[in-house]
């Protein structure tokens, strides 16, 4: 059903179009004051959100630049525990003199170098054998190729051989 913007609706009678604020000069000024108290609150209000939206951002920058203040003064803090580190161990590696350990060793703790007849010489081999694990050169012989197979049993014999 179409609505005529000229008829009561549900009715056959017209809308009667009268106005009163336009000929009443109190209202329609009263009128045009209400509306423009409307858009003056909507301009506050904006202006309102403006400068809480701006307020927001000064406020994370002034925290953000907090915080970098303070990180800064913590990796000062930091380099400075650092160094300082750095320095006691060059101090302490300068202090250690061997003659003052020596000389302690021998008064305090009464200890001395051993006779010929208290040394006992023990023999190091010169290079380190890793066992393997009998799985791992089975996982080894099938990752590898027939030729790295033969040099690798090569070369566990002349390690044996040695």
């Known amino acids: 059903m179409l609505e005529d913007k000229n008829y009561i609706n549900g009715t056959a009678a017209r809308k009667l179009v009268y106005d009163v604020y336009e000929e009443n000069a109190v209202l329609n000024a009263k009128k045009k004051q209400r509306n423009n108290n409307k858009v003056k609150r909507k301009i506050v209000l904006c202006l309102l959100l403006v400068f809480a939206m701006g307020s927001l951002a000064m406020y994370r920058y002034s925290r953000i630049t907090e915080m970098n203040y303070e990180i800064d003064k913590q990796l000062k803090a930091y380099n400075e525990l650092k160094n300082e580190n750095i320095r006691i161990k060059v101090e302490i590696e300068n202090s250690i003199d061997i003659q003052k350990i020596k000389e302690f060793a021998e008064k305090e703790l009464g200890m001395h170098k051993p006779d010929k007849h208290q040394i006992t010489y023990v023999r190091v081999p010169q290079t380190d054998l890793t066992i393997v694990s009998e799985a791992a ?26």
């Open 137 to 162: 050169k089975e996982e080894e012989m099938k990752n590898a190729g027939i030729f790295s197979v033969i040099i690798n049993k090569v070369n566990l014999l002349a390690n044996l051989l040695y």
